[in-house]
């Protein structure tokens, strides 16, 4: 009987060294050893960066190695505290508003430690009412109801704020309603008319379906240079073109904000699953290109920009050294936005 509770001992006594062992190689494992799913944060269905985001995980999916998953919520003011907890992996929102959250500037209450994945093409946004509203002009702003901030995207004010400013506006000067989302509820406000001006991006799901059923107009902005230097106080502001028909809503050819888009990656993402997601994206461009037209001007050339105001993550630029075209100049300005 001694005996055997010695062997018994003995073979336990190895197990528990074989599993040690096992246990103690995966340690030291790189952290995407195991990786099988790619969690994207984009904003909620009816956006632009909605399709964005579904378009990667389509991709990432078919391409990259990992099964993309997309998490739709009301904004990157809900997806970054889950970056922290590590449930988000990637994100997709505008320049601005990552850079503020990245330096843990208002309305942001901290920083986050968030990585340049890529740069993508952008969308334009503004200001749109109905189309049978008396309202001409976005001067006539002026004590109508508008949401004033998105607590799920706390980023929007900002933008918001830019837009009245254009005009000579501040949000005194209008009646702010308050609201947690951009786009959840936006067809109720709109339907019911319990708000005079919108907020949203051109060509959105919303806006396509609100133009379908009842009609939209969006406002173009005053490009004057006084008017524009006043939008650019708040933030750095980009104006482009849009032409008549283009989209819903854009009833005759207007100058409207254009926000590039980034994709963005936790900062203890590993770098090798950055490099997958790049490689993919690099890869199988066109595959973007065919789920939505928007997407085509998110191109290889466009990735890597001088321009940037977050740093890029080493698994970015790693992939990005490999394919010649990471620069000298883009060496300085990651060196410049890691010192800001």
Known sequence: ??????????????????????????????????????????????????????????LLTKYSGMTGRLVGVSGSGVWLPMM?????????????????????????????????????????????????SPITSRYQARGKRMASEYSGAPNVKIYGEAELANVGLTWKDIKGVPRTSIYRGMKDDFAEKRLDVFYASVGSGVTRQLDSTIGIRFLGLDTTPKALARMRKVYPAMVTKVKKGSAPGIRSDMSLVYLPAYLVARGNLADDVVYK????????????????????????????????????????????????????????????????
Not at 4 to 22: C, E, F, G, P, Q
Not at 295 to 320: C, D, E, M, N, R
């Open 277 to 340: 997601v790049i490689q993919a994206a690099w890869e199988q461009n066109a595959a973007l290109g065919k789920v939505d037209k928007k997407l085509k001007s998110w191109t290889p050339q466009g990735f890597v920009s001088p321009q940037a105001s977050i740093p890029y993550h080493p698994g970015a630029i790693k992939f990005y050294k490999e394919k010649g075209v990471w620069t000298a100049s883009m060496e300085a300005t990651q060196k410049r936005v890691k010192g800001n």
């Open 1 to 58: 009987m001694g005996m055997t509770k010695t062997i018994l001992s003995a073979r336990w006594y190895k197990r528990l060294l074989a599993t040690l062992a096992v246990l103690l190689g995966l340690a030291v494992l790189p952290a995407s050893a195991g990786q099988k799913d790619i969690v994207i944060g984009a904003h909620e269905a009816g956006s632009r960066h909605y399709v964005y985001g579904a378009a990667f995980t389509d």
């Open 84 to 132: 922290d907890d590590n449930e988000i992996d990637l994100g997709i929102d505008s320049f601005f508003g990552l850079y503020m959250a990245y330096k843990g500037k208002k309305p942001f209450t901290k920083p986050y430690d968030i990585k340049l994945v890529l740069v993508g093409g952008g969308i334009n946004v503004g200001f749109y009412v109905r189309n049978s």
